[in-house]
């Protein structure tokens, strides 16, 4: 990983920066991928995208969920958002994680969570629900979630990550239900995962043909790659494939001119949009995965006051992230588990 890589993905770890950034609202450049803090914010990007025929998937975003409060509480953001969406009649649907619905620590907790998100979706004229796929760790999970669910419902799918082996089975498994194909966004061992760039790439195409062949439900590709978009494209002409069964999605604030482009192509286009008060680990992941994404926060952060304030404290999540760590810990003696550092989308 390289040095740039691993800073950011320090202080997205960082509970101590985390708490600290959500009283600030998405800032040092954030809100061009974070799309503000409340629902009205969040219901007005929808709008601003619906009116571009551009659908939307909301994250309301939730980190170091690890008690049931807090898994509760992530529930019910996330059912005021299915509410905000159903009463505007907006074109979109949600996108949430088990983890956020409390799977690490209680996995019947995390079920009857997304039992009534799904549940109450249904009665939104059969909202979708995403299940966005994590670590290897918790796909068991996840599919055994699916399992259950899809016996009572039509209204919820999930991710598949190409760069798992396991992909193809997945792909097998679930020809009825509604699926995102992704490249994948963890780090995973090499003992379930490619691991370079050609071999992942690979995968993904491979799994994107076998499922635009058999699917018998809406598969949406959500990559930012330009040439897996082209491939796809051509795929889906030379095969004569229906077109309202496919999708193209990417994320909100990446690639906004070539996302219209797409739609005004007649392809349906998504965009994952991110909000809520948790918006710094996020963020500080985008930055992670493409330093190039830092272009977006020069304003902000060539400000000096900002550059020394952001630098001062990075470093010393970086290099002290024991000291830091332990003074959290100390405050939250109630929450053992906050302090368990992980990387997610
Ligand atoms: C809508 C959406 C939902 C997702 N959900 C999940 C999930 O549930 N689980 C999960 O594990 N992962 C998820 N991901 C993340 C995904 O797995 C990848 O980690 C992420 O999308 C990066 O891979 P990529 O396919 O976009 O292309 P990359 O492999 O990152 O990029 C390939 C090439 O595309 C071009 N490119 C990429 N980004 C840009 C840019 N911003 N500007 C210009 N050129 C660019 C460059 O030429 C680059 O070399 C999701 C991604 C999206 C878009």
Avoid at 212 to 228: C, E, G, R, V
Avoid at 240 to 255: A, T
Wanted: glycine share 4%; net charge positive.
């Amino acid at each position: 990983m390289s040095l740039v890589k691993s800073f950011f993905i320090a202080l997205s770890n960082n509970t101590f920066l985390n708490e600290a950034a959500k009283s600030m609202g998405p800032s040092l450049g954030a809100n061009k991928v974070v799309a503000g803090n409340t629902i009205e914010d969040v219901v007005n990007t929808i709008k601003r995208l619906n009116r571009k025929n551009i659908a939307v998937t909301v994250d309301n975003l939730g980190e170091f969920v690890n008690n049931k409060q807090d898994a509760i509480a992530a529930k019910d953001d996330i059912l005021k958002v299915m509410d905000a969406i159903y009463q505007h009649n907006l074109d979109a649907h949600m996108s949430v994680k088990l983890s956020q619905l409390g799977a690490e620590f209680d996995k019947a907790l995390a079920y009857d969570n997304i039992y009534e998100i799904v549940a109450t979706a249904k009665s939104y004229n059969n909202m979708h629900i995403n299940i966005d796929t994590e670590k290897y760790d918790s796909l068991f999970d996840i599919t055994q979630t699916l399992d259950r669910l899809k016996s009572e419902f039509s209204n919820v799918g999930t991710v598949i990550q190409a760069y798992l082996y396991k992909g193809d089975v997945l792909i097998d498994k679930y020809p009825n239900l509604r699926l995102r194909l992704v490249k994948g966004a963890y780090k995973e061992s090499p003992y379930i995962a490619y691991q370079t760039k050609e071999e992942i790439d690979e995968n993904y195409i491979h799994l994107i043909e076998k499922r635009l062949l058999n699917a018998q439900n809406m598969t949406s590709i959500a990559t930012h790659d330009h040439n897996i978009i082209n491939h796809v494209k051509s795929f889906i002409e030379t095969h004569d494939i229906d077109k309202s069964r496919v999708e193209f999605q990417m994320l909100y604030g990446f690639r906004s001119d070539l996302a219209e482009s797409i739609a005004n192509e007649g392809y349906n286009f998504t965009i994952y949009v991110p909000f809520g008060d948790d918006w710094f680990g996020y963020f500080m992941r985008r930055l992670a995965e493409r330093p190039q994404n830092l272009t977006l926060a020069f304003k902000e952060f060539v400000k000096p006051k900002t550059l020394a304030i952001l630098g001062l404290v990075g470093l010393t999540a970086c290099l002290l992230p024991q000291t830091l760590s332990k003074k959290v810990k100390r405050k939250s003696t109630s929450q053992p588990n906050r302090l368990r550092c992980r990387t997610r989308l």
